[in-house]
C-alpha cells in the first residue's frame, strides 16, 4: 500500500462516547494497567491515536479509552480506518496487539537505561518497570527474545555432549542434557 492510500492517515478528535468496544477483543486490560496508561497520559499527554473503524467501533486503543474515560476525558485523537472490510479490522485488532510482542529487549541497555532514568529520581513505574520486573528481565539476545526452540542433537560421547553444552551456553543459550 502506498503512503499516498494510507486508510489512517489523519489525526481528529471525536467525542470519546462516540467510541465503541470491539465486543470479540481478545485483549484484556486490567485495572492496574489501566491505571498504568492513564498516569502516562497525564505524564506526556496523548501521544498515539485510536484506531477507529468507520462506524465508531475500536480497532486498536482499547486500553487507551478506557484510560482517558477513567480520566475523564470528553475527546480524544483517533485515526478512522477507512475502506478497511471486515476482515481487515477483526485481523488488525489481533495484530496491533501481537506484533508489539513479537520484539525483545536488549537488556544490557534495558538496565543502563532504566538505572539513569532511576539515578535522575524518574518513577520507572510510571513506564511499567519496577525493581521485580527488571530482575525477572531474560539474558537473551533480543533477537531470540519471546521465542523458544527445542533442538535435538545426538552426540557420538559425552565428552562430545558436555563440549558442545558448554559452547551453546557461552553463548547465552538455555541448555538441557537428556540422557536417553
Same mark, same amino acid.
Given at each position: ?6 486508510? &489512517? ?19 484484556? @486490560? ?31 486503543? @482499547?486500553?487507551?479509552?478506557? &484510560?482517558? =474515560? ?17 476482515? +481487515?479490522?477483526? &485481523?488488525?485488532?489481533? *495484530?496491533?496487539? +501481537? ?17 539513569? $532514568? =532511576? ?5 520507572? *513505574? ?34 562430545? +555432549?558436555?563440549?558442545? $553444552? *558448554? ?14
Amino acid at each position: 500500500m502506498e503512503p499516498n492510500s494510507w486508510p &489512517a492517515d489523519r489525526v481528529e478528535r471525536w467525542p470519546i462516547d462516540r467510541l465503541v468496544p470491539y465486543a470479540r477483543n481478545a485483549r484484556t @486490560h486490567s485495572d492496574a494497567q489501566i491505571e498504568q496508561v492513564a498516569a502516562s497520559i497525564r505524564e506526556w499527554g496523548w501521544t498515539n491515536p485510536v484506531l477507529v473503524a468507520e462506524d465508531g467501533g475500536i480497532i486498536a486503543g @482499547h486500553c487507551r479509552v478506557l &484510560a482517558g =474515560k477513567q480520566l475523564g476525558l470528553a475527546e480524544v485523537p483517533v485515526m478512522l480506518a477507512r475502506g478497511w472490510s471486515e476482515t +481487515q479490522k477483526r &485481523a488488525y485488532v489481533l *495484530a496491533d496487539n +501481537q506484533l508489539g510482542l513479537n520484539a525483545g529487549w536488549n537488556p544490557d541497555l534495558l538496565r543502563l537505561e532504566l538505572s539513569e $532514568l =532511576k539515578g535522575l529520581d524518574f518513577d520507572v *513505574a510510571l513506564i511499567g518497570f519496577d525493581d521485580e520486573s527488571e530482575r525477572a528481565m531474560p539474558d537473551v539476545s533480543p533477537q531470540l527474545s519471546g521465542m523458544q526452540y527445542s533442538v535435538v542433537v545426538r552426540c557420538s560421547d559425552e565428552a562430545q +555432549q558436555t563440549e558442545l $553444552l *558448554a559452547r551453546l551456553e557461552g553463548e547465552g543459550l538455555r541448555c538441557e542434557a537428556l540422557i536417553t
